[in-house]
C-alpha cells in the first residue's frame, strides 16, 4: 500500500516570505502522480499542483512549485511571497498511474497547517 | 453552478435516521468519489464510481449506501449510523483518464455530518 507522510503538523511563516511544505512517500511502483491540494476552513478541497513520476522538470503554478526528489521519494510544496489568505490545511497526496481500478485512489497525508501572520 | 456542488453543508441526524447526501458535478467528468474526513485523520476513499459502475469500494459499513444514477450525480445513503461516523463527507470528480497523467480530483465543498 502507498503511503504518504507530513511530518510538520503546523508552520507559521510571515507574510511575503517563502515557506516549504514536507512530504515524502512510499510506493514500488514506479508511475505515480504526486498531488498538493489546500483546504481552507471552509472545508473544499482545492488542488494547487500536480507531479507526474516521469515528470523531468520540477512543477509550477504561479506561487507554487514542487520540489520533486524521486530518489528520496520527496516532493516538497513550496509557496512563496505568502499571503494571509494562504492560511490553510495543506494535503499532500499520491495515486498510481496504471490501467487497473486501484489507480483511482488519491492516498493522503494528513495535512500540514499552515498560519501565515502577518 | 459551477465545478462540484454538495448537499446539505451541514446535517444532523439521530442513529435512527435514514438520509442521503447528493453531490453534482458541472465538469462534465465521468468518474466521482466519495470521501470522508473525520478530525485528525487523513483522508479515507469511501467509494469510487467510473462512468456510473462502482469500480471501488474500500471495505464501508452497509450502512453507508452509495447511488450514481449518472455521471453527473453521486449520491451517499446514510441509515443508523454511529456518533463515530460524524465527519465531513467530501464528494470529488475527475475525468477518468487513468493513463493521461494528472487527471487531479475536483472536490466540493463537503458536508459536515454531526450524527447524534
Known amino acids: 500500500a502507498q503511503k504518504i507522510t507530513q511530518t510538520q503538523p503546523g508552520m507559521f511563516v510571515q507574510e511575503k516570505e517563502a515557506v516549504t511544505l514536507d512530504c515524502t512517500y512510499d510506493t514500488s511502483d514506479q508511475s505515480y502522480g504526486l498531488f498538493w491540494y489546500k483546504q481552507p476552513s471552509s472545508g473544499e478541497m482545492i488542488f494547487l499542483i500536480y507531479q507526474g513520476s516521469y515528470d523531468e522538470q520540477n512543477a509550477t503554478e504561479g506561487r507554487y512549485s514542487l520540489n520533486f526528489q524521486k530518489a528520496r521519494k520527496s516532493a516538497n510544496l513550496v509557496i512563496s511571497a505568502s499571503q494571509l489568505g494562504d492560511s490553510a490545511m495543506y494535503f499532500c497526496?499520491?495515486?498510481?498511474?496504471?490501467?487497473?481500478?486501484?489507480?483511482?485512489?488519491?492516498?493522503f497525508g494528513k495535512g500540514t497547517s499552515l498560519l501565515v501572520t502577518p | 453552478e459551477t465545478g462540484v456542488t454538495q448537499t446539505p453543508r451541514h446535517l444532523v441526524m439521530g442513529m435512527t435516521n435514514k438520509k442521503s447526501l447528493k453531490c453534482e458535478q458541472h465538469?462534465?467528468?465521468?468518474?466521482m468519489y466519495w470521501y470522508k474526513q473525520s478530525a485528525k485523520k487523513p483522508l479515507e476513499l469511501m467509494f469510487v464510481?467510473?462512468?456510473?459502475?462502482?469500480?471501488e469500494n474500500n471495505s464501508v459499513p452497509s450502512r453507508f449506501s452509495p447511488e450514481c444514477p449518472n455521471s453527473s450525480h453521486l449520491f451517499l445513503h446514510l441509515h443508523t449510523l454511529q456518533p463515530e461516523d460524524s465527519a465531513l463527507y467530501l464528494c470529488a470528480s475527475s475525468q477518468d483518464r487513468v493513463l493521461a497523467g494528472g487527471n487531479e480530483q475536483f472536490f466540493g465543498p463537503g458536508t459536515r455530518l454531526t450524527v447524534l
Open positions: 465538469l462534465g467528468h465521468n468518474a
Open positions: 497526496a499520491m495515486r498510481l498511474l496504471s490501467n487497473s481500478n486501484s489507480g483511482y485512489a488519491l492516498n
Open positions: 464510481y467510473s462512468l456510473e459502475e462502482r469500480v
